[in-house]
C-alpha cells in the first residue's frame, strides 16, 4: 500500500492546517488508519488514529485541537489541525495499524510525510 500525504506548510502559532493522506488500498480494510508525527530528533508518535468502526482516538497533546476524519470512498484519512502550537512542528505520517498484545502496529511502509512547521 502506498501512502501519500499532503496539506503541510508553515504557520504561525494559533493558525491551521488540513492533511491528507490518501492510500493505493482501501483504508477500511486495516484495524485502524493513524496519524503520527516525528519532530527532529525524536521517535514517531501516534497522536491520532480512526478505527474501522469509526472511533477516533487523540494523544493527549492534540485532544481538543485535532480532529481525525476519513473518507472510505476515497481512500482518504484527513487531520484538521486547529490552534497549531510551535511544539507541533513535525513531520507528519499516516499509516495503517493492526492490534498486536494490545497495541497499535504501523504497517512497515511509510509515505514520505509532510512538514508542517509552526512559528511562534
Known amino acids: 500500500v502506498q501512502l501519500v500525504e499532503s496539506g503541510g506548510g508553515l504557520v504561525q502559532s494559533g493558525g491551521s492546517l488540513r492533511l491528507s493522506c490518501v492510500a493505493s488500498?482501501?483504508?477500511?480494510?486495516?484495524?485502524?488508519m493513524g496519524w503520527y508525527r516525528q519532530a527532529r530528533g525524536q521517535q514517531r508518535e501516534l497522536v491520532a488514529h480512526?478505527?474501522?468502526?469509526?472511533?477516533?482516538t487523540y494523544s493527549d497533546s492534540v485532544k481538543g485541537r485535532f480532529v481525525m476524519t476519513r473518507d472510505g470512498a476515497k481512500n482518504t484519512v484527513y487531520l484538521q489541525m486547529n490552534n497549531l502550537k510551535p511544539e507541533d512542528t513535525a513531520t507528519y505520517y499516516c499509516?495503517?495499524?493492526?492490534?498486536?498484545?494490545?497495541?497499535?502496529?504501523?504497517?512497515?511502509?511509510w509515505g514520505q510525510g509532510t512538514q508542517v512547521t509552526v512559528s511562534s
Open positions: 499509516n495503517g495499524l493492526d492490534l498486536h498484545d494490545g497495541k497499535y502496529v504501523p504497517y512497515p511502509s
Open positions: 488500498g482501501s483504508i477500511l480494510s486495516v484495524y485502524a
Open positions: 480512526i478505527t474501522r468502526d469509526g472511533t477516533t
